[in-house]
Structure formats: structure tokens, C-alpha cells
């Protein structure tokens, strides 16, 4: 059932999209990125060759508009824009780009649907860089994506201080990915780092973590204290839970549900159209739950009622309507 409205709603912050045709000029995916393990992966479950991939009825446009028609508990989701690479003179850099999805295509679908909410992606190094983040923040940008190690942003860059002012000024929330990069080509691991997020945070920008501030699988302990000192430290310090409810960072939801005291700080978000595995909790659930959660139409759905089962406050699910710029967007 829907909350009433009353109710603040239940937002999945964090779900990526792929317009139809991946090879316009609102979206490119690169021959190796679609060679990528997981997208491999993804292709040979599904038996894809890339054209029906992405073509007009591509499955991936199918899955996420199947996803979101069958949502049943979760309100809205955030449709995540992901900006391309620059070069040093701040040029669009096309050879060393592997993904890319315009502003404009999100902007399109929260347009036409408003269970969407536009989440803009502007790297800092392009020229344009404060126009491009005038215009999102003009169009109703909910808040800004960057995955510095696959778009080659090094957050802790001095020069960019005068565009967190400007994001801080507009209460506009940077989403930045954290830990190893695993579904996309990366470039570089290091600015991946949660304390590369230091310089945001020192100018006063709301940041959410993804991923709960970068789970390292192999080095689990040493990532998971890293990221509750900093967000206890960091009053705008966020982590949010996408990609806990998949193989690798299964374990890190277990280490977070074991802290309440950082539950004020986590929001919630699935990475969907990543796979949400119930299976993963076979030894923390009951095997009837389990069965039932796999049943569960929307995969989006999915994730949350997964984390509410495994005892996730309602306040995580509904944190994203307080932290997310929604003046714009509309309630
Ligand atoms: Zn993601």
C-alpha cells in the first residue's frame, strides 16, 4: 500500500538508467565497458546481443519500466544521469569515456513520470562546469552523482571549491560513489576513497557515500571503521545501502545493522538494475521470508523489504525525502 501523504515517502536514492538507444547523444556505452564483467554477466543471463540491449525495446529499458510499474512499497526513485571524462583543459575526453547517460534524459523521465526524480551528474573538470550545474539545479536536480574513479575527478582538488560553494548554497547533495569500483571500467582506485570526500565536506556540501562509504572486500574491518568514524565525525557526512543486498557487500549491511547508532546516518538506495539477492540472507531469515521476498515483482521493492526484514528502521527507507533537494522536484 502507498503511504498516505502525511507520511514521509519511502525514496530510493540511488537507481541507474540507460536510455534506449545507448549510442546518442544522451548516452554512450563503450565496447569494452559492455565486455565488463558484470555486464557480461548480465548479457549472457539474459542472451543478449548489444543492439537488443539497447535498442528501442532493449531489456534494460524494459526491466527498470517493469520495475518501477510493479512498485509497490517504495514511492519514488532517484534516475541517475552519469556525466562523461574531461581532459586537463577541461574537454570532453570520448576515448577514455566507457559510460555516459545525459542530464537531459533524466530530466526527461522525471518529466514524464514523477515516481522519477532527476539525479544530475556534472563533472567538475568540464568547462562549463558551474553553467552545466546552474542549469540542473534550474531544472530541479534532486541531487549530484559523481563515480570519481571511473570520471576522473579527484575530489580533493582545491580548484573545486568554488563549485561545492555553490552546491552547499543550493542544498544540492552529492551522491559520490565510494570503495573499489566493480560494475564499471575504473581508471583510478585512489579517489575512491571515502576520506577524498574531506573537501566537500570542509565547504559545508551534504555528502552521501554510496555503498556505506566504500565496503573493501578485502579489507572489510579496517573500511567499515573508516567509514563510522567519518560519519560520526561529519554532521553532513551519509552513507546510503545500495549494493547490500548483493554478494560483495552483503557483509557490510550485516556489520551496519549491528550499529543502531549509525542508522541516523544512512539512507536508503538499491543500485538497481544491479541484482537484489534474498539468498544472501538464508542464515538471517526465514527460508518462508525468503521465498517470499524472491517472489517480490519489482526488484526495487525487492531491496527495501529486504533491509526492513533484516531490521532497518523505517527512518532509514524515508531519509532520503529529508536530505534530497526537493523543493524543485515537488513532494
Ligand atoms: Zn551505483
Redesign the pocket.
Given at each position: 500500500m502507498r503511504q498516505p501523504t502525511t507520511t514521509r515517502p519511502i525514496i530510493d536514492i540511488?537507481v541507474?538508467v540507460l536510455p534506449p538507444d545507448a549510442c546518442s547523444n544522451q548516452a554512450y556505452v563503450s565496447t569494452k565497458q559492455w565486455n565488463w564483467p558484470p555486464f557480461l554477466l548480465m548479457r549472457l543471463r539474459h542472451r543478449l546481443k548489444r543492439q537488443e540491449a539497447v535498442g528501442g525495446n532493449g531489456i534494460i529499458r524494459r526491466h527498470l519500466a517493469r520495475a518501477v510499474a510493479d512498485m509497490r512499497t517504495v514511492d519514488r526513485v532517484v534516475a541517475l544521469a552519469l556525466d562523461a571524462v574531461y581532459d586537463d583543459v577541461g574537454r570532453r575526453d570520448s576515448q577514455r569515456t566507457h559510460f555516459y547517460v545525459a542530464n537531459d534524459y533524466v530530466f526527461k523521465l522525471a518529466k514524464a513520470d514523477d515516481r522519477f526524480l532527476p539525479g544530475a551528474s556534472v563533472n567538475p573538470r568540464r568547462r562549463d562546469a558551474l553553467d552545466e550545474l546552474d542549469r540542473c539545479l534550474e531544472l530541479g536536480a534532486v541531487l549530484l552523482k559523481w563515480l570519481p574513479n571511473s570520471q576522473g575527478i579527484d575530489p580533493m582538488d582545491p580548484s573545486l571549491v568554488p563549485f561545492y560553494r555553490r552546491m552547499a548554497q543550493a542544498r544540492l547533495p552529492l551522491l559520490c560513489h565510494t570503495g573499489p569500483e566493480y560494475a564499471l571500467t575504473t581508471a583510478d582506485r585512489k579517489p575512491g576513497r571515502l576520506e577524498s570526500l574531506r573537501l566537500a565536506l570542509d565547504e559545508g556540501v551534504t555528502v552521501i557515500a554510496?555503498h556505506g562509504g566504500g565496503a573493501d572486500i578485502l579489507n572489510l574491518g579496517r573500511a567499515f571503521h573508516t567509514a563510522a568514524d567519518m560519519l560520526l565525525k561529519y554532521a553532513n557526512l551519509y552513507a546510503d545501502t545500495?549494493a547490500f543486498t548483493q554478494p560483495n557487500r552483503s557483509l557490510f549491511l550485516r556489520r551496519f545493522l549491528r550499529h543502531p547508532e549509525l542508522y541516523p546516518k544512512l539512507v536508503h538506495g538499491s543500485?538497481v538494475p544491479l541484482p537484489i539477492i534474498p539468498w544472501l540472507f538464508l542464515r538471517s531469515l526465514p527460508f518462508r521470508e525468503i521465498v517470499r521476498l524472491s517472489h517480490v515483482a519489482s526488484p526495487i521493492d525487492r531491496d527495501c523489504l529486504i533491509k526492513q526484514a533484516l531490521g532497518f528502521p523505517d527512518s532509514i527507507l524515508r531519509r532520503g525525502s529529508e536530505l534530497l533537494r526537493m523543493d524543485r522536484a515537488g513532494p
Open positions: 540511488h541507474h554510496a545500495s543500485d
